[in-house]
């Protein structure tokens, strides 16, 4: 452990963190302008909300369980170890704990930025229709029992890290969080999905955004907090870190290029709703793959990815589960595919840079593990709130509009149409009218 601070690096991560931390503000722009008139408010209050209860759970258990000392069985953590950062802050003599050069502090915050933004990720399955105070507890247990485990299995000595079972065949690879974050958020939104249930009208009434200017300006957000995201997983203002931002960028653009590909040859023209989710669908899967891959290979995975991703977001409507905002079809497709595709790309061991078979095998077998993992935590978790606390509101509420009746407000005033505040605080919520622009929303973008 080198105990000298390098304010290089410390000047880095602090950066690095702070642009992640903007990832969920902006995540709730690209959320919000996706839903509709009446849901914008609540959408991006479950992504500020994730943020709040998170980044006081990390605090307290989440660093612990994470990346404390004392590992139970490989699986996690002891959340009691380093309870509210005992011993992770300061020394006996009171000076700050480094590693590395970096006090540990400052990783503490690096990392509660990626638990953040991976429960905020989920939200966009459930938009239109679930509970906030649920979504709250939610948020609580999921990042305890899902993402925390998940943190410490890949990236904290735990079972599908270095120090697991298949380090002997390959040196699992998740550079900035291909598992813990994405295949994590995406198996649990398919998950979450179903147990909440299809929104009223799925599949017969038109569901389009509200407003694309801001779903566009969301995923700027994103890809401009990304370079903390995958720069920051360096740990290091270095060469590693240069080459995780032109990967990320490069793999970006070739993402955007494939979905709007896809969108013009299946549906005649590229939308800008395609573009931004583009831009996503190539930011997840580039995120394990940013540190391994060279810049040609970006292009192709993320190529692959924007057409993968095009491709799969309208299963839904075949399979019958709404995943409102597409959380499946591009975070744990994508999640997947950039896993997967490390295997085939890294330039150390892949596949096709004659690596052989085993870094592919051991990537694939990561990805299996997590879907599994992240399957099993939230069926356990979301079935016991639908019993206890229930998911739904009311199908008069879900009509009316959840932001009046949740949080008595209203994201426009068109000219006193939008919901008024003093008939959602009455409880009348079967009263308040539907916003102008829903009534507009005529047909769907997505199919």
């Not at 080198?2 to 963190?17: K, N, P, R």
């Not at 170890?81 to 915050?109: C, E, K, M, Q, S």
């Amino acid at each position: 452990m080198e105990t000298a601070l390098d304010s290089g690096l410390t000047a880095w991560m602090l950066v690095s963190a702070s642009f992640v931390l903007l990832m969920t503000p902006g995540l709730a722009l690209f959320y919000g302008g996706m839903v509709r008139t009446k849901s914008v408010l609540n959408m991006m209050m479950m992504s500020f909300g994730a943020m709040a209860v998170v980044g006081v759970v990390y605090v307290l258990w989440g660093w612990s369980m994470s990346y404390g000392s004392d590992s139970v069985a490989g699986l996690f953590g002891s959340p009691v170890t380093n309870f509210g950062l005992a011993d992770t802050i300061t020394d006996a003599n009171g000076d700050f704990v480094i590693d590395g050069g970096l006090p540990v502090v400052v990783d503490v915050g690096f990392q509660a930025t990626f638990a953040i933004i991976t429960v905020a990720l989920i939200s966009g399955a459930i938009a239109d229709r679930a509970r906030f105070g649920t979504w709250m507890i939610f948020s609580a247990l999921w990042v305890t029992f899902a993402y925390f485990p998940m943190a410490h299995m890949v990236w904290g000595g735990g079972l599908l890290g270095g120090d697991g079972p298949f380090t002997s065949i390959a040196e699992p690879i998740d550079f900035a969080g291909g598992t813990v974050v994405h295949i994590n958020a995406g198996a649990a939104a398919l998950v979450l999905a179903i147990i909440v249930g299809r929104r009223q009208g799925f599949g017969t009434v038109a569901m389009r955004p509200h407003n694309l200017p801001l779903v566009m300006l969301g995923a700027a957000l994103l890809w401009f907090g990304w370079f903390g995201f995958n720069g920051g997983s360096a740990y290091g203002a270095d060469g590693v870190a240069g080459l995780a931002w032109v990967n990320t960028t490069t793999a970006t653009c070739a993402a955007t290029l494939g979905w709007l590909a896809v969108e013009r040859i299946r549906d005649g023209h590229p939308t800008s709703l395609g573009a931004a989710s583009g831009v996503v669908a190539g930011l997840v899967a580039i995120t394990p793959a940013a540190g391994s891959v060279s810049p040609v290979g970006s292009i192709a995975l993320g190529a692959l990815a924007g057409a993968f991703c095009a491709s799969a977001v309208g299963l839904k409507f075949r399979l019958g589960f709404d995943d409102s905002l597409d959380v499946v079809g591009v975070h744990l497709v994508a999640g997947l595919w950039g896993t997967v595709a490390i295997g085939f790309l890294a330039t150390d061991t892949g596949l096709l840079y004659g690596g052989g078979f085993a870094q592919l095998a051991v990537q694939v077998i990561i990805a299996v593990v997590a879907v599994a993992f992240s399957v099993m935590v939230t069926a356990v978790i979301g079935l016991a709130l639908a019993v206890t606390m229930g998911w739904r509101i009311s199908e008069d509420d879900e009509s009316a509009g959840i932001d009046a009746t949740a949080h008595a407000e209203s994201g426009y005033d068109f000219g006193g149409l939008g919901a008024p505040r003093s008939t959602a605080f009455r409880g009348a919520s079967s009263s308040v009218p539907a916003s102008a622009a829903d009534a507009v929303n005529t047909s769907e973008v997505r199919s």
